[in-house]
């Protein structure tokens, strides 16, 4: 592996870090892309194995349930991440922005998760996956609020 191959991202984090409240917005959108991958990817494998042992089926009420569980958790990991961006013991803006973007990105994964469980009811993933995607709308525009939360009253 050639010398600094890997370090890209990591400089960009760091430029973007310092680089005033635009490279905040730009190192939380990174940050929270990245976290949702490294959360969400390992469910549609899982997923697919889950359903070629063939589960037995559940019912509608159940698929319901499931949906409204994971708009649930997604919506207390975005009062999370909103009140780490806020954390003035967090220390400089850049590590209470990254905390709150990566905790934001757990809240879409956790319904894409859910989803994947319940990939042998076309019901229970659709609401599941359709709360990911509204969660992940809500994620995303709220960064740049995170972003400026994170960079009040504190010194890089």
Excluded at 32 to 41: G, R, T
Aim: net charge positive; hydrophobic share 55%; aromatic share 8%.
């Amino acid at each position: 592996m050639p010398e600094g191959a890997g370090t890209g991202l990591w400089a960009a984090f760091a430029r973007d870090l310092r680089a005033g409240p635009a490279g905040l917005d730009r190192a939380a959108r990174r940050a929270f892309h990245l976290a949702l991958l490294a959360l969400a990817a390992p469910g549609l494998p899982l997923g697919a194995l889950y359903l070629l042992s063939g589960p037995a089926p559940f019912p509608a009420a159940a698929a319901w349930g499931l949906g409204g569980l994971g708009l649930a958790f997604g919506l207390v990991a975005l009062r999370l991440a909103r009140r780490a961006a806020r954390d003035v013991q967090a220390g400089p803006p850049g590590r209470a922005l990254l905390a709150a973007a990566m905790q934001a990105a757990s809240a879409p994964a956790v319904a894409f998760l859910l989803g994947c469980a319940a990939l042998n009811q076309p019901l229970a993933w659709g609401l599941c996956w359709g709360a990911s995607a509204a969660l992940y709308g809500l994620a995303r525009a709220q960064l740049p609020a995170y972003a400026r939360a994170a960079g009040r009253d504190r010194t890089p």
